[in-house]
């Protein structure tokens, strides 16, 4: 199974929720994706999530620790996506992580639930273990019918243009944007342009050794969005490097 949280690595939730898990089952193994993840941000996790979990085997239980106690939430839940189980809040995150809609959810009975301040440890991580050691996903409650659901920023086409966004910049300085490979595939004409801030480029790469050390590049991830970066001299941020809008003409 995995855990995901916005808990940071300096106090004690980590660990606390791990130790709940593991009273109900010490042959778990707890894989921890990140705890980086910037505080209450629902759409950093989301991708974080979504770029990852197809990567566990299909059966993997995800525990997500996100948000779990602000407005947003609407209850407790358990989803089961693409072969893959998923416990979390009802609070809009796990509509994000595919395009199409889960095949099972399941809204958590009022027996599994409690009065917390810590929904995390107390209600989510017994019903992951449990899930995780082979109870069935619909043992813990019925059908949801009000699932929460958030839209992610698209991309937008034209003939001529595709104007996306930055959604993400990770710890190397690449810029991930929301602009799909099938998308450009589908629309490019064999020329074009990427204009990112105030840097363009006119083809793409497929590695990082494929361009001069200080010049920018554009590559497609391995979950298939296009990626912006410079290859450094030595490490160093895009300069000017922000969230913001990616064009491509």
């Not at 995995?2 to 894989?31: C, E, H, R, W």
């Not at 209850?75 to 809040?89: A, C, N, Q, S």
């Not at 996306?164 to 450009?184: E, K, P």
């Amino acid at each position: 199974m995995t855990f995901l949280s916005d808990f940071g690595d300096k106090d004690y939730y980590v660990p606390a929720v791990k130790a709940k898990m593991l009273s109900i089952n010490p042959q778990l193994n707890i894989v921890d994706i990140s705890h980086s993840i910037v505080p209450y941000d629902i759409e950093h996790a989301a991708f974080v999530l979504r770029s990852t979990f197809r990567e566990f085997p299909k059966g993997t239980v995800h525990l997500v620790g996100i948000n779990t106690t602000g407005a947003m939430t609407h209850g407790y839940i358990g989803i089961k996506l693409e072969e893959h189980i998923f416990v979390g809040p009802n609070n809009g995150i796990l509509s994000l992580l595919a395009d199409q809609d889960p095949g099972i959810l399941v809204k958590f009975a009022d027996m599994h639930l409690k009065d917390s301040t810590f929904p995390t440890r107390d209600i989510l991580a017994p019903v992951a273990a449990k899930v995780a050691s082979g109870a069935a996903i619909q043992d813990f409650g019925g059908p949801l019918t009000n699932f929460r659901k958030l839209m992610s920023r698209q991309a937008k086409a034209t003939r001529e243009h595709i104007i996306g966004h930055v959604i993400r910049i990770d710890c190397y300085g690449n810029l991930l944007t929301n602009i799909r490979r099938d998308v450009f595939e589908k629309l490019n004409p064999g020329k074009f342009t990427i204009q990112f801030g105030r840097e363009s480029v006119d083809k793409l790469q497929t590695g990082y050794d494929q361009v001069e050390a200080g010049d920018p590049f554009a590559f497609f991830q391995q979950f298939e969005y296009l990626g912006n970066r410079h290859q450094p001299r030595s490490w160093r941020k895009s300069p000017g490097a922000k969230a913001g809008q990616c064009s491509l003409h």
